[in-house]
């Protein structure tokens, strides 16, 4: 069964260094989200990617925060300086695409990274 | 402005019937998910309605009312592993998920 890929499952870094996450959407899936998701809450879009374009990317701190899908398959999350509020889950989806001619979009989800900043 | 509301934790006894409810605003409306999330995994699709009524799958089933802006699921005959957290999420005019806080869902003996 075709599943979201995402690595590292875990990260511990100290606040001011930067840490990379990766994520590999289902094979043929155009759309690839970035959630944040702090304990307790909902998950928080952080950038939405159709193929290697940028689509939503309003609610990313870009003075830390850096997305990339540059061939419109894999995609890469930077956090540089990591801050102590950033220790979240960071969950990558995949869907199929922007359903033009469908309202039926579902997002599937990687098993997310968890990371702790010390 | 886009909001979800859902409460913030239930709890129901293994074996009874259980209802989530969810209401929504959003900036158009592209259909109603729900996920479960397990403690420290990823959300995992339940359902989804985009027209009114009852959508039934197995112990579970979602209900649509888009003139009342609500829905809910309903998780029949409980068993301990249905202890989770549910989302409930709308679709809206940008094909994005508009996501609640989630309801934690204890199942007691």
Same mark, same amino acid.
């Given at each position: 069964?075709?599943?979201?890929?995402?690595? !590292?499952? =875990?990260?511990?870094?100290?606040?001011?260094?930067?840490?990379?996450?990766?994520?590999?959407?289902?094979?043929?899936?155009?759309?690839?989200?970035? =959630?944040?998701?702090?304990?307790?809450?909902? !998950?928080?879009?952080?950038?939405?990617?159709?193929?290697?374009?940028?689509?939503?990317?309003?609610?990313? !701190?870009? %003075?830390?925060?850096?997305? *990339?899908?540059?061939?419109?398959? %894999?995609? $890469?999350? @930077?956090?540089? /300086?990591?801050?102590?509020?950033?220790?979240?889950?960071?969950?990558?989806?995949?869907? /199929?695409?922007?359903?033009?001619? #469908?309202?039926?979009?579902?997002? &599937?989800?990687?098993?997310?990274?968890?990371?702790?900043?010390? | 402005?886009?909001?979800?509301?859902? /409460?913030?934790?239930?709890?129901?006894?293994?074996?009874?019937?259980?209802?989530?409810?969810?209401?929504?605003? $959003?900036?158009?409306?592209?259909?109603?998910?729900? =996920?479960?999330?397990?403690?420290? *995994?990823?959300?995992? &699709?339940?359902?989804?309605?985009?027209?009114?009524?009852? *959508?039934?799958?197995?112990?579970?089933?979602?209900?649509?009312?888009? #003139?009342?802006? =609500?829905?809910?699921?309903?998780?029949? *005959?409980?068993?301990?592993?249905?202890?989770?957290?549910?989302?409930?999420?709308?679709?809206?005019?940008?094909?994005?998920?508009?996501?609640?806080?989630? $309801? @934690?869902?204890?199942?007691? /003996?």
């Amino acid at each position: 069964e075709a599943e979201v890929a995402q690595s !590292p499952r =875990y990260k511990i870094t100290e606040k001011s260094q930067a840490v990379a996450f990766w994520c590999d959407p289902i094979s043929g899936h155009a759309t690839l989200y970035w =959630y944040r998701q702090i304990l307790g809450q909902g !998950p928080e879009l952080l950038v939405q990617f159709q193929d290697e374009s940028v689509v939503d990317d309003s609610q990313l !701190p870009k %003075d830390r925060f850096s997305a *990339e899908r540059l061939k419109g398959v %894999d995609s $890469t999350l @930077k956090i540089q /300086p990591a801050e102590l509020g950033d220790s979240a889950m960071y969950l990558c989806a995949s869907s /199929p695409g922007l359903a033009e001619t #469908s309202s039926y979009n579902e997002q &599937f989800f990687g098993p997310g990274t968890r990371l702790t900043v010390l | 402005g886009q909001n979800i509301d859902q /409460p913030t934790e239930m709890t129901a006894t293994e074996g009874a019937i259980v209802q989530i409810n969810c209401t929504y605003q $959003t900036s158009g409306f592209n259909g109603l998910f729900w =996920y479960q999330q397990h403690a420290g *995994e990823a959300p995992t &699709f339940l359902s989804y309605n985009v027209l009114d009524g009852l *959508e039934e799958k197995g112990r579970f089933s979602s209900f649509l009312s888009r #003139s009342k802006g =609500y829905s809910y699921l309903l998780l029949k *005959e409980l068993q301990m592993k249905d202890s989770a957290s549910y989302l409930c999420a709308a679709g809206d005019s940008n094909y994005q998920l508009i996501w609640g806080a989630g $309801t @934690k869902l204890i199942i007691k /003996p």
